[in-house]
């Protein structure tokens, strides 16, 4: 990518940042203002997107987990401080823990990938979102995926599974063509959510483990 298109990618992101973070009308179960997720700095050599459900609901400490950006939204900081606080809250909870131990295998950092999720806002008791709620961040996560342009996404959960077609299988390594370029193809990858694979058993955490290797494997031989 050269400088002008790369600047024009700086610039066409915080745009969609922006528009995420300052989203209006959203329903009700929405329990947080919108948090768009992180894009790191060397994202764009890697082009590996993960894909959650929804940001959690604070814990006992106002920096816990995803809530980390929360206050700092207040502050009306500017888009790269608020994507920093962000991806400090990921980098301490648990899920942020689950995707780091996936990409460290591969030699991989935070700043190989991006992050993000199908609904913007934390439900309610963490519930799962309302059809209403995952209609209305939908077409977000589409412009996200037209931007981001991702070799491989890794979809953590059912709803962000479902998002690339509900006949999809847990740990399914599928090559899909895409939205933004139908003369491309993504590899996805779909997990169950990282919560429910810790609380499982190690069993599922090593096979999880096995279908990132797999996946990022294809990735390189079709960059090749």
């Known amino acids: 990518m050269t400088g002008d298109n790369y600047f024009q990618f700086l610039k066409s992101l915080n ?32 082009r590996i997107l993960f894909i959650g459900q929804s940001p959690g609901q604070p814990g006992p400490r106002q920096d816990d987990g995803y ?60 519930n799962f979102p309302s059809q209403r709620t995952i209609d209305f961040w939908t077409p977000y996560l589409q412009e996200q995926l037209v931007l981001l342009k991702p070799r491989l996404v890794v979809c953590l959960g059912r709803l962000a ?30 997990l169950p959510h990282p919560a429910y694979i810790t609380r499982k058993s190690i069993d599922l ?11 990022y494997k294809k990735v390189m031989l079709f960059d090749g």
């Open 161 to 190: 599974k479902d998002f690339f077609g509900k006949n999809i299988n847990f740990f399914d390594v599928i090559v899909q063509k895409m939205i933004f370029n139908p003369h491309t193809t993504t590899i996805i990858l779909s």
């Open 15 to 46: 745009e969609l940042d922006y528009k995420i973070r300052f989203a209006s009308g959203y329903p009700d179960d929405c329990q947080s203002l919108p948090l768009p997720g992180f894009v790191g700095k060397n994202y764009l050599s890697k």
């Open 67 to 126: 809530w980390a950006g929360e206050h700092h939204y207040n502050k009306n900081l500017g888009v790269s401080e608020l994507r920093k606080h962000y991806f400090q809250g990921l980098v301490r909870c648990n899920i942020g823990l689950f995707v780091k131990n996936l990409i460290s295998q591969c030699g991989l950092s935070f700043d190989d990938i991006a992050f993000t999720n199908v609904v913007k806002c934390a439900i309610k008791n963490n």
């Open 205 to 215: 955490l090593e096979k999880s483990r096995e279908k990132f290797r797999e996946a």
